[in-house]
């Protein structure tokens, strides 16, 4: 019984990828995985898919919508003819306003919610 070794003797290959740590996921991955999470609890929540895209955007355009004061954490932009509606996060601005991992779950639900609420013309305190 031989076992195979590569031409230099010096044993078989290792797998070509090694399982996934947290330390090798990248903070806009991990932020993305915090969205689809608060999306989950909001579904579960209200019963029913959101009916929205959601969207991770780094920062906020530089044009701000009039009603908005300060830095936006979050915009919704209502469904259109053949587009349907969209939910984008600004990962920066949500992520320096969060001491921690925890905080940042809640800010990321708080403004998913509000975002939600207002689209479905309901109270944001409701999804809470």
Known sequence: MSTRRDRRGHGLRGPLAWPRLPVMTSRAARFDDVVLDAAETLEHRLGHELGVELAVEEVPPTDPA??????????????????????????????QRAQDE??????V????????????????????
């Open 66 to 95: 009039p009603w908005e004061h300060g830095i936006p954490l979050g915009r919704l932009f209502p469904a259109e003819r053949t587009v349907t509606a969209r939910l984008v996060l600004y990962r920066r601005p949500i992520e």
């Open 102 to 107: 925890g905080e940042l779950s809640a800010i």
């Open 109 to 128: 639900y708080e403004v998913m919610a509000e975002q939600v609420a207002r689209m479905y013309g309901r109270d944001p305190d409701d999804l809470g």
